[in-house]
């Protein structure tokens, strides 16, 4: 039977599932490409209770928390800030983490998640979304295409000691 996948917005009370869901996230997704220890050095100061309760109480961040049955299966971060200059646009809206649980993926929480960031950014008055993601990540570069994201450019994304190559893609907000 088709699970239902709720959207919800990331309360302050979050920070703790974030930061354990996201590091785990990301280990699962990265760790076989990356040393253990590049990959701890990243993890330390990406996740953690205290930095995503900052993250949480600062009103250019939204998270949107995918659910099915009451569990978490993935989340997406969106942020207004710095801006690269390839990403064109009068108010740009990146997304800065969207990740699936493992299991979940191929199952609906991307598109679900994906969707929803389409809408916060329409609601936002958002005319261009970006975000940046590995040049070695290619079901995720798959996806993007898949949702209209066009590469526009590159940038290096450091983790732990090793400076890796993104691509940075964008799309319009509303699509003609
Ligand atoms: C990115 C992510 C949310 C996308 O969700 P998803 O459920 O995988 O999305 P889908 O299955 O709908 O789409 C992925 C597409 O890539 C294709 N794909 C799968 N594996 C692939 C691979 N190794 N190479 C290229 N394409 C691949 C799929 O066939 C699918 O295309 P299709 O629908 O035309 O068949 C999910 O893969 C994920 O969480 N990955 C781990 C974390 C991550 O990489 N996050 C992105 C950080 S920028």
């Not at 590091?23 to 076989?32: I, K, T």
């Not at 990146?94 to 598109?111: N, Q, T």
């Not at 389409?118 to 993601?133: G, P």
Request: proline content about 5%; hydrophobic content about 40%; glycine content about 8%.
């Amino acid at each position: 039977m088709e699970k239902t996948i709720k959207i919800r917005r990331g309360t302050p009370d979050d920070n703790t599932l974030l930061a354990e869901f996201g590091r785990r996230a990301f280990y699962e997704s990265f760790g076989g490409d990356n040393t253990p220890e590049d990959m701890e050095a990243y993890l330390t100061v990406s996740f953690g209770p205290d930095i995503q309760a900052e993250k949480l109480a600062d009103p250019n961040v939204t998270f949107l928390i995918a659910e099915i049955d009451q569990a978490t299966v993935g989340y997406a971060q969106l942020q207004f800030g710095t801006t690269p200059s390839a990403i064109c646009g009068e108010h740009p809206i990146e997304i800065a983490r969207f990740y699936s649980d493992k299991p979940w993926i191929g199952r609906g929480v991307g598109p679900a998640l994906m969707s929803a960031c389409l809408d916060f950014a329409e609601q936002k008055e958002c005319d261009v979304i970006w975000l940046d993601v590995w040049e070695k990540n290619p079901r995720a570069i798959a996806f993007y295409q898949k949702w209209g994201f066009e590469v526009v450019g590159t940038q290096l994304y450091q983790v732990g000691s090793d400076l890796q190559h993104d691509l940075l893609m964008s799309r319009k907000v509303k699509m003609a």
